[in-house]
């Protein structure tokens, strides 16, 4: 059970808005959407953008999975967070891997019912301002058997630099793909029967 956040640095939490926003968005390689097959991984990149010039040293956001059953293996925040002192993340790195759940967050403060996680981190050795926040790296069981897609939300709790507060919403819903026993096949049979139909063009 995930006990609420404790805040410890609770005066990076309070205070004013800025003036712009952040938009937190979920890619692979720079996209949207990836497919991974059943046995390999997939990394995911959240993005930071601003519309001005904020910068930031406390982030907390939770990410939500339309369904369950993807192993989370790990995740990296990127400097100044990656020296950050109060990583409360949940699951917590020494938890990990871990099978994702709608148990995998709970406790008061949560909703209830849906599987997600929480990236939770404040650092006092700079600011950051924009580009790739964190990654986070995840597992699809060789034995798959779970939706043939997932959708990956942001959700922005809070982003502050010292007292003052930064808006953030979220960018589009990330989709992973994830296709079933007989996809890479038809994949193929379709890609030789088109290049075998442009050769005889």
């Known amino acids: ?3 609420m956040l404790t805040l410890c640095a609770c005066a990076c939490f309070c ?3 800025a003036h712009a926003d952040y938009t937190l968005t979920a890619t692979s390689a720079g996209a949207s959407s990836t497919m991974a097959a059943p046995g390999s991984d997939v990394k995911i990149e ?3 953008t601003s519309d001005a010039s904020d910068v930031c040293n406390s982030a907390i956001y939770r990410v939500e999975f339309s369904a369950p059953g993807l192993q989370y293996m790990g995740y990296l925040w990127t400097l100044p967070f990656e020296s950050g002192l109060f990583d409360d993340s949940f699951p917590q790195s020494l938890d990990l ?5 709608d148990t995998s967050l709970d406790g008061v403060g949560y909703p209830v019912g849906i599987v997600d996680i929480e990236l939770s981190n404040v650092t006092t050795a700079g600011v950051f301002a924009t580009g790739m926040l964190t990654s986070l790296e995840f597992h699809v069981p060789a034995d798959w058997s779970g ?3 997932i959708e990956i ?4 709790d809070t982003f502050a630099n010292g ?3 930064i808006p953030a919403t979220a ?3 990330f989709t992973l793909f994830i296709p079933g026993p007989g996809a890479a096949p038809l994949a193929m049979v379709s890609l030789v029967l088109g290049s075998h139909r442009r050769r005889r063009g």
Do not use: N, R, W, Y
């Open 15 to 17: 205070g004013t808005a």
């Open 97 to 101: 891997p871990a099978v994702l759940d």
């Open 171 to 173: 960018g589009p819903a």
């Open 46 to 48: 959240i993005q930071l």
């Open 147 to 149: 939706a043939e897609s």
């Open 1 to 3: 059970m995930k006990p």
């Open 163 to 165: 007292f003052a507060t």
């Open 153 to 156: 939300t942001l959700v922005p």
